[in-house]
């Protein structure tokens, strides 16, 4: 039996606990994309985006809670930021694939969010680090260039270096926390086997 499968008579339901983590998500990724932006090559894009991890790791361990809050504190750390609102906003589709896509992934194939086995490293490498570094990547650059935030002749800078800045903190912080905490994550009833509980 997999951490997604339900044991026999499992009810599993949310509640207080759940809306606790998505608050606690929200403002751990606010404070992590405002940190950093420190690390920023420029038009709003870090080198070490840290803040994708609790877009990732978050959505997989909290399900539609973690991906909520990674839609979300983005816009308080643009804010924070001085980011404008209107880009701020255009770029919910990119903070969108970033957490939907491991979320969906690791459940419908059952990932062991754990990283146990050869090929849940093969489907953590396509979901958390490919896919959906690269769709949010180009949907941020895109918004960017389409609200003239950047220039086209930027364009490929800025999607290359959102893909980058997102991928080095999966790896580094990202893979470290799912091996380690997963175990006791999953024997909490806040982990979601399902998208709300």
């Known amino acids: 039996m997999g951490v997604w499968d339900l044991r026999e008579g499992e009810v599993r339901s949310w509640g207080v606990v759940h809306v606790v983590i998505f608050v606690f998500l929200t403002a751990l990724g ?3 994309a405002t940190l950093s932006s420190f690390l920023q090559v420029g038009y709003g894009v870090s080198w070490f985006y840290l ?3 609790v877009q990732v790791v978050g959505s997989i361990w909290f399900g539609l809670w973690g991906v909520l809050a ?3 504190f983005p816009i308080v750390g ?3 930021g001085g980011i404008p609102i209107s880009i701020s906003l255009s770029l919910l589709p990119a903070n969108l694939a970033q957490s939907l896509i491991p979320a969906a992934y690791f459940r419908f194939l059952k990932v062991d969010p754990a990283l146990k086995k050869l090929s849940d490293w093969a489907h953590f490498t396509l ?3 490919v896919l959906n570094n690269a769709l949010g ?3 941020g650059a895109s918004a960017m260039s389409a609200w003239g935030f950047i220039s086209g002749d930027l364009y490929f ?3 290359s270096s959102w893909f980058v800045g997102n991928v080095v903190p999966i790896l580094a912080v990202g893979v470290p926390l799912l091996k380690g905490l997963t175990p006791v994550i999953t024997s909490h009833r806040a982990f979601c086997k399902r998208w709300l509980a």
């Open 70 to 72: 990674s839609v979300f």
């Open 137 to 139: 990547a180009y949907l």
């Open 127 to 129: 979901s958390c680090v």
């Open 78 to 80: 643009d804010l924070v």
């Open 51 to 53: 803040a994708v991890v």
């Open 157 to 159: 800078l800025v999607m």
């Open 30 to 32: 606010a404070l992590s």
